[in-house]
């Protein structure tokens, strides 16, 4: 009952992620961020981030059927946002790849 959230470092070559899993009923939450932006399981709703908060230009990216952290870094991204774009994060990039160009 107390496992409910777990943190870890992740390390991608030379730098570190924060990794963030958060157990909830018949789902979890998968998220692995940097300072300047993260990866998510499916539950990201990459359209809200691109059309309602673009003005914030959060860089981001969505992976879907996860089930683990070491999935999501290994899982192609299904969507990106528009800022995540910019950064040469595109939709069938690993998500480990994605961390990098956003160290």
Known sequence: MFDLIQMK????????AMGIEVKLPKTTLLVIT???GY??????????LN?????????AARAVGV?????????????????AEDFGITAGM???EALLRMM
């Open 9 to 16: 470092p992740i390390y991608i070559g030379e730098s570190v």
């Open 94 to 96: 690993v998500g480990e």
């Open 51 to 59: 059309e309602r908060l673009s003005d914030r230009q959060i860089i």
């Open 67 to 83: 089930k683990t952290l070491d999935e999501l870094l290994t899982a192609p991204l299904e969507s990106v946002t528009h800022t």
């Open 34 to 36: 940097t300072d300047k």
């Open 39 to 48: 990866i998510m399981c499916g539950a990201l709703d990459v359209g809200l």
